[in-house]
Nanobody, 125 residues
Framework: VQLQASGGGLVQAGGSLRLSCALSGFNSLETYVVGWFRQAPGKDREGVSCISGKGGLTHYAESVQGRFTISRDNAESTVYLQMDNLQPEDTAIYYC??????????????????WGQGTQVTVSS
């Protein structure tokens, strides 16, 4: 089982980035909720967004609501996080993670079983 996050980079405030999380080695990908988390320097890791196994349910942290959009393509085994109107406070290492869950959603870090490495997002003012 592996998750590979990519797409981070340096962008000016107001700009956009799209992160990708490639999942491999999972049986029945539709049984896994996938979440995005981030950790800024000196801060605890926080949940940003998550999406249900078939993509019908999504959840966003209040700080990114209306600016970020999560989606998934199970045929391509990839989950995306489109980030628009990025702000300096969005600067962090972004991680994707998978939670085996047949119903509902959770953005609680402790619920997630598998984690990928992070991808750095830096937003300059």
């Amino acid at each position: 089982v592996q998750l590979q996050a990519s797409g981070g980079g340096l962008v000016q405030a107001g700009g956009s980035l799209r992160l990708s999380c490639a999942l491999s080695g999972f049986n029945s990908l539709e049984t896994y909720v996938v979440g995005w988390f981030r950790q800024a320097p000196g801060k605890d890791r926080e949940g940003v967004s998550c999406i249900s196994g078939k993509g019908g349910l999504t959840h966003y942290a209040e700080s990114v609501q209306g600016r970020f959009t999560i989606s998934r393509d199970n045929a391509e085994s990839t989950v995306y996080l489109q980030m628009d109107n990025l702000q300096p406070e969005d600067t962090a290492i972004y991680y994707c993670a998978a939670d085996f869950r047949l119903f509902g959603l959770s953005i609680l870090e402790r619920e997630y079983d598998y984690w990928g490495q992070g991808t750095q997002v830096t937003v300059s003012s």
